[in-house]
DNA sequence: CGTCGGATAATCT
DNA sequence: GATTATCCGACGA
């Protein structure tokens, strides 16, 4: 048997999404998200997740309502929402519910499970200045998708991916359910804080993650700056 | 292990 | 002009 990424398993099921981010948030631990470009597929199992709830959401980029970057939250469920952040980071969600509102997951954190080198040079081939001498660090499994920017970066997402399908089975990006039998299996209980680095909405809790999984990013409260 | 400052630019007010 | 759904390296314990 092949021990890579098992193309047979079926994309999740568009009514799947069909439901609040809070929902579907948590259901979506320990499935699989994979990104198939001309130099393989990187694969995680979701190992941490945060629900965002549209316009009555004061943390949602929806939440002053529709502008160009967040449209594709209005579309249909089951759609990548990929935005830029901090002058250099992007970060994917899943859209929830259906046209119109704008629900979605945020997807942060996952352990790899097939395409481990892959993932491993595109974290690694960071700095681009000429006269570098920076011993390249090795970085462990666990480092690899840890935090939503770096998930992103490990599968290689960008702008490029904002709109396309999850849903598909030809989408080069696929979310599939949980691998039955497989990594970490049994071990399955889910805890819920507040979400990471948000100012406003910080008091609800809306972060999801797998108890006891090293792959899980550090907690870290919203910091104003001052100029 | 933990906390902290800086990087860096799209997006929105 | 201010803010940001973050990361990394530095430094202290």
Redesign the pocket.
């Known amino acids: 048997m092949d021990k890579g990424f098992p193309d047979a398993v079926e994309p999740l099921p568009r009514d799947f999404f069909d439901r609040p981010a809070p929902e579907v948030a948590p259901a979506l631990l320990g499935c699989v998200l994979a990104h198939e470009t001309p130099e393989g597929v990187v694969a995680v199992e979701l190992t941490e997740v945060?629900a965002?709830a549209g316009e009555l959401d004061p943390?949602?980029?929806?939440y002053?309502g529709k502008?160009?970057?967040?449209a594709v939250?209005y579309g249909p469920p089951g759609y990548a929402y990929v935005y830029?952040?901090?002058?250099?980071?992007f970060?994917v969600?899943v859209v929830c519910l259906p046209a119109g509102t704008a629900n979605?997951v945020?997807l942060r954190a996952g352990r790899v499970i097939a395409g481990e080198d892959l993932a491993r040079r595109r974290?690694s081939a960071?700095r681009l200045v000429p006269d570098d001498q920076t011993p390249l660090?090795v970085l462990p499994a666990r480092e690899l998708a840890r935090?939503?920017?770096?998930?992103c970066q490990a599968l290689a997402i960008d702008r490029a991916q904002n709109g396309l399908d999850f849903c598909d089975p030809a989408s080069p990006l696929r979310l599939s359910g949980a691998a039955s039998g497989a990594g970490t299996g049994a071990s399955r209980t889910i805890s819920a804080g507040p979400?990471?680095?948000?100012?406003?909405g910080a008091d609800t809790n809306w972060r999801f993650w797998v108890a006891d999984e090293p792959t899980v990013?550090?907690y870290r409260p919203?910091?104003?700056?001052s100029?």
Not at 147 to 151: D, I, K, M, Q, S
Request: include cysteine; glycine fraction near 6%.
């Open positions: 945060e965002y943390a949602s980029h929806a002053r502008t160009p970057r967040n939250m830029f952040t901090y002058g250099m980071h970060c969600n979605a945020l974290r960071r660090r935090g939503p920017a770096r998930l979400r990471v680095g948000v100012s406003a990013s550090a919203h910091k104003a700056r100029r």
